[in-house]
C-alpha cells in the first residue's frame, strides 16, 4: 500500500453484547459501556486503511487516533421522542377523524342507494301497472269494435 492513497474504506463489523447485563439502571454506566464501544472500533477500522511498507523497510502501523465524544442532556433527547410520539399521536388521531368522516360518509352512502333502489322498484311497479291498464284498455276498446 501507498502511503496517502484510499484504497478501501475504514469499516469494522462486529457483534457485541455487553455482559454481565445489557442495560444499567444509572445512565452514566450505560454510556462509560457504549464509550468503550465507541473507542474498540477505531482500531480495528482504521488500521487495515493505513497499514504501509516504506519500501522494503518496516511496515508501519501507527495511525493517530483521535475520540471524542459528548454525552449531553439525554433528558432533553427523551423529551424530543416524546414531542415526536405526541407528533405521531396527534396524525393517527387526524387519521382516525378522517377514517370515521369517510365511514359516516359510506354509510349514508349506502342510504341513499338503497333509497334509490325502493324508489326504483315503486317506479318499475308504476310502469308495469301502466302497461297493463293500456293492454286491457286496448283488449276492451277490440271487443267493442
Known amino acids: 500500500?501507498?502511503?496517502?492513497?484510499?484504497?478501501?474504506?475504514?469499516?469494522?463489523?462486529?457483534?457485541?453484547?455487553?455482559?454481565?447485563?445489557?442495560?444499567?439502571?444509572?445512565?452514566?454506566?450505560?454510556?462509560?459501556?457504549?464509550?468503550?464501544?465507541?473507542?474498540?472500533?477505531?482500531?480495528?477500522?482504521?488500521?487495515?486503511?493505513?497499514?504501509?511498507?516504506?519500501g522494503e523497510q518496516q511496515e508501519w502501523m501507527a495511525p493517530s487516533l483521535d475520540l471524542y465524544v459528548r454525552f449531553q442532556n439525554i433528558l432533553g433527547d427523551v423529551q424530543i421522542t416524546l414531542d415526536s410520539v405526541s407528533e405521531q399521536k396527534a396524525m393517527v388521531d387526524h387519521v382516525f377523524a378522517e377514517l370515521a368522516r369517510i365511514e359516516y360518509l359510506v354509510q349514508e352512502a349506502r342510504g341513499t342507494m338503497r333509497a334509490l333502489q325502493t324508489e326504483r322498484d315503486v317506479a318499475q311497479r308504476i310502469v308495469e301497472n301502466v302497461r297493463q291498464i293500456h293492454a286491457r284498455a286496448n283488449g276492451e276498446e277490440r271487443v267493442t269494435a
Open 1 to 54: 500500500m501507498t502511503p496517502g492513497v484510499t484504497h478501501r474504506r475504514c469499516r469494522w463489523r462486529q457483534w457485541l453484547r455487553f455482559a454481565p447485563a445489557a442495560t444499567f439502571t444509572d445512565p452514566w454506566v450505560d454510556a462509560c459501556r457504549a464509550l468503550v464501544v465507541v473507542d474498540v472500533q477505531c482500531w480495528p477500522a482504521a488500521v487495515p486503511q493505513h497499514a504501509w511498507k516504506w
